[in-house]
């Protein structure tokens, strides 16, 4: 091997060849910048002190002499093991004045110093996820003028200084997920309130939320407050949020919502309260919330839906409320949102559906309607939904199907899901133009003796093997003729996803 292609090559035992013996590695950091380089990575260290580096260079990058020490990179970076980098020696980021990303993540790191980064003021992005830190203290970001990502996840911070951001003048992407945080005021975020565009703080502890927390985030876009312990939202929580497109509080203890908490917001197009402990959505929730494209309320206990809940949102695009305590669907309720594409009422308690509730969703893809108590299909029920692809029934209490019902679904590919119901008794002809399904669940139903070979010959597409508990796909149905084929399962990806996974069929390896 040439000399010129074994500096190019990482070396990966611990051994190091003959060349490597004969090259004299310096053991202190170089004087002055990374050649063509800005970024330093602190990943997979054992440094305490810089006296304890070792490292090999090899221009344009400096690359690993084992798996114990810095690395240095202008292009690239490797992880390691776990490492121990309690403190940044200060004279370490000294001699990179123009240092723009830094990262020191799993290295056990437990405190950041006052004025720390006082040397590196071009520092764009810094990471420090994954450590022990648990206070971020008065002036830690004081003179990073130019700092826009700060990355501070995984760790166990509990307290926050209230003038931590004093000199981030220019912080416009802040995640602080997964910590231990019990408190977050208004007072933390004057001096980002011009430059904050996302802020993540999930899976922390906060329980209750100041009410001028964002008030003038003058583009704030999205905010994620996920799997806390906040019970109440305070009245005009968002008030002079001008650009706020997405909220996220799934997760947490929320009981009321309280319709003014984005009073004047008109730009939200996603909220999440998914996982709280919602009885109610307020009826006037939406109102003059004209952008609104994807609501999620699963898994909370609500009951009932206003029936013009959702009237003012005529770019409604995609709802999901399965897991909560519904028990019918009304004529009305979807009558102003032509754009709905994917519905999701899965294990509520409904029984009963107007055959007109679907009549205005022409454009509806994928609609599931699973492990409810619903008896009846009555005739119309899927009226105009000439875009409908999967039909998900399984796990009700099915009996009865009008023969017309399937009728919208004529020559088209649709996945249909009827496992586990009671239907017993049916005209054959309600199957009878759904000869290009992509996939049919009819397992662990009373009637599944009817269907005989003859019956079959209707699909010439995927279909359930229809008397034995699990899926088998067939690409034609002369596959299905063959002997050889009967038992075969059939993985077929095309046919069927993951999603479909969830909702009942199964892939089979």
Not at 80 to 109: A, G
Not at 115 to 138: A, D, G, R
Not at 441 to 459: A, C, H, L, T, Y
């Amino acid at each position: 091997m040439s000399t010129e292609e074994n500096d190019q090559t990482v070396e990966t035992d611990n051994q190091p060849n003959e060349e490597s013996q004969e090259k004299q590695w310096p053991t202190r950091l170089p004087n002055g910048e990374l050649p063509d380089g800005y970024y330093i990575e602190l990943e997979g260290t054992k440094i305490s002190s810089e006296d304890e580096i070792e490292y090999n260079i090899n221009v344009p990058y400096c690359e690993r002499k084992d798996e114990n020490i810095l690395l240095l990179s202008s292009t690239r970076t490797y992880g390691y093991k776990p490492s121990i980098v309690k403190m940044i020696p200060h004279s370490i980021l000294s001699r990179y004045k123009n240092l723009k990303w830094l990262e020191l993540v799993h290295v056990q790191l437990e405190k950041l110093t006052e004025n720390m980064f006082e040397c590196v003021p071009n520092l764009t992005q810094i990471e420090l996820s994954y450590n022990k830190l648990q206070k971020l203290q008065k002036g830690v970001f004081r003179n990073c003028p130019k700092l826009d990502h700060l990355w501070i996840s995984n760790n166990e911070i509990s307290e926050i200084d209230e003038d931590v951001f004093i000199g981030c003048e220019n912080l416009y992407w802040l995640i602080l997920n997964h910590n231990k945080i019990t408190r977050i005021t208004s007072k933390h975020f004057e001096p980002v309130r011009k430059s904050l565009y996302f802020f993540y703080i999930t899976d922390n502890l906060i329980s209750e939320l100041d009410s001028n927390l964002f008030h003038h985030m003058e583009i704030l876009n999205e905010v994620r407050m996920s799997n806390n312990q906040i019970k109440n939202l305070p009245k005009n929580f968002f008030v002079n949020a001008p650009n706020l497109y997405s909220i996220d509080l799934d997760g947490n203890l929320i009981e009321v919502i309280d319709p003014e908490f984005y009073n004047g917001q008109t730009k939200i197009s996603a909220i999440d309260f998914s996982k709280n402990k919602i009885r109610e959505i307020p009826s006037e929730l939406f109102k003059q919330q004209t952008n609104i494209s994807h609501i999620d309320f699963s898994y909370n206990l609500i009951e009932h839906l206003d029936p013009q809940i959702f009237s003012c949102l005529p770019s409604l695009s995609q709802v999901n409320l399965k897991f909560n305590q519904l028990t019918e669907i009304d004529e009305n309720l979807f009558k102003n949102n032509p754009k709905i594409w994917k519905l999701n009422f899965r294990g509520n308690k409904i029984k009963k559906i107007h055959p007109k509730a679907f009549e205005n969703l022409s454009e509806l893809y994928s609609l599931s309607l699973g492990d409810n108590c619903i008896e009846e299909l009555p005739q119309g029920l899927f009226r105009n939904m000439k875009s409908l692809m999967n039909l998900f029934l399984e796990n009700n209490n099915i009996n009865k199907i009008h023969p017309e019902v399937f009728m919208p679904f004529k020559d088209k590919g649709i996945y249909l899901n009827l496992n586990n119901n009671k239907i017993e008794i049916f005209e054959k002809e309600t199957f009878q133009n759904l000869n290009k399904m992509r996939a049919f669940g009819f397992r662990n139903n009373p009637g599944s003796e009817m269907i005989d070979e003859q019956f079959v010959k209707i699909f010439n597409c995927g279909i359930q093997f229809l008397k034995f508990n699990y899926f088998t796909i067939f690409d034609r149905f002369d596959e299905y003729l063959s002997q050889e084929l009967i038992n075969k399962k059939v993985k077929n990806e095309d046919i069927l996803s993951e999603d479909d996974e969830e909702y009942g069929f199964e892939i089979l390896d």
